[in-house]
T-cell receptor, first 113, second 114 residues
Framework: GQQLNQSPQSMFIQEGEDVSMNCTSS?????WLWYKQDPGEGPVLLIA?????ELTSNGRLTAQFGITRKDSFLNISASIPSDVGIYFC?????????????FGTGTRLQVTL | GAVVSQHPSRVICKSGTSVKIECRSL??????MFWYRQFPKQSLMLMAT?????????EQGVEKDKFLINHASLTLSTLTVTSAHPEDSSFYIC??????????FGEGSRLTVL
């Protein structure tokens, strides 16, 4: 089946630093989504991307939908302690009915003061 | 934003018993809900797609008789883990599809089978 590989697997950064993570696929997706999951909670949607080449921001977060439709990246600027968590990319093939999400392997972010 | 609620958030049961987990869309109707399973430090793996008024569609390798899914109304889907065993211990998460196709996730339910 489809697989999404995220890198890096984990990151240890200092507060105030910028963060960059990416997601690559062996196949094409029509939609890319980025989620954050806190321990013991469900994922929360951060950014949704619907068009190849699209660059979208949400506060300190910026994500881009790769031109090839096989990759996406997420940047977090000026990280703060509450950015700690696991970030997942997710891809979807169809934007219409009952379309399934394929989740990436996750990037664990730790922020030190 | 739309809210999806799961209950219970944590459940501990004895091996051999059945456990039901509920997933509710609180402020919107969802004809489609999804059930995921997540092991520690791993990603979410889709188990099944739950469709209101019809049978669920299970992913390859997921036993439909083991994980019973019922989507009886537009706001409620249930996952029943039958004859649970310790290897069924996991974090189970549901999501509901909103009108624009976006997915909203529940808080997750942690099942521990002793």
């Amino acid at each position: 089946g489809q697989q999404l590989n995220q890198s890096p697997q984990s990151m240890f950064i200092q507060e105030g630093e910028d963060v960059s993570m990416n997601c690559t696929s062996s196949s094409i997706f029509n939609t890319w989504l980025w989620y954050k999951q806190d321990p013991g909670e469900g994922p929360v949607l951060l950014i949704a991307l619907y068009k190849a080449g699209e660059l979208t921001s949400n506060g300190r977060l910026t994500a881009q939908f790769g031109i090839t439709r096989k990759d996406s990246f997420l940047n977090i600027s000026a990280s703060i302690p509450s950015d700690v968590g696991i970030y997942f990319c997710a891809g979807r093939v169809n934007t219409g009915t009952a379309s399934k999400l394929t989740f990436g392997t996750g990037t664990r972010l730790q922020v030190t003061l | 934003g739309a809210v999806v609620s799961q209950h219970p958030s944590r459940v501990i049961c004895k091996s051999g018993t059945s456990v039901k987990i509920e997933c509710r869309s609180l402020d919107f109707q969802a004809t489609t809900m999804f059930w995921y399973r997540q092991f520690p430090k791993q990603s979410l793996m889709l188990m099944a797609t739950s469709n209101e008024g019809s049978k669920a569609t299970y992913e390859q390798g997921v036993e439909k008789d083991k994980f019973l899914i019922n989507h009886a109304s537009l706001t409620l889907s249930t996952l029943t883990v039958t004859s649970a065993h310790p290897e069924d211990s996991s974090f189970y998460i549901c999501s509901a599809k909103g009108r624009a196709g976006e997915l909203f996730f529940g808080e997750g339910s942690r099942l521990t089978v002793l």
